[in-house]
């Protein structure tokens, strides 16, 4: 069972930045996906950004959002610039390890941000 554990979030003001990190409890190698997801109050989860073999951005935060790795921490980062508003939600780290043929879905706790207007 692998943990996922985030930290960064917190309270900020739109243009404002922030950067979130989750790192994991085993290894992480090239192969695994690492990514971000988000929700906001009475919303579905979406996708916020991925890091595999490509990068994938929402349209919503492209340009504005970075997902970066170092797997010899076992670590992700979202760096989030330019806030806006409706940036808002729980941001959850997501890893898809794959190990034995499949991939191994795994989510962290999450972490609030608020961007205040």
């Not at 971000?36 to 919303?43: I, V």
């Not at 890091?51 to 970066?68: E, P, Q």
Request: contains cysteine; glycine residues 10%.
């Amino acid at each position: 069972q692998v943990e996922l554990v985030e930290s960064g979030g917190g309270l900020v003001q739109t243009g404002g930045s922030l950067r979130l990190s989750c790192a994991a409890s085993e290894t992480i190698s090239s192969v695994d996906v690492m990514g971000w997801y988000r929700q906001a109050p009475g919303k579905e989860r979406e996708l916020v950004a991925t890091s595999g073999s490509v990068t994938n951005y929402a349209d919503s935060v492209k340009g504005r959002f970075t997902i970066s790795r170092d797997n010899s921490k076992n670590t992700v980062y979202l760096q989030m610039n330019s806030l806006k508003p409706e940036d808002t939600a729980v941001y959850y780290c997501n890893l898809q390890k794959l190990f034995l043929g499949r991939t191994w879905p795994y989510w962290g706790q999450g972490t609030q941000v608020t961007v205040s207007s």
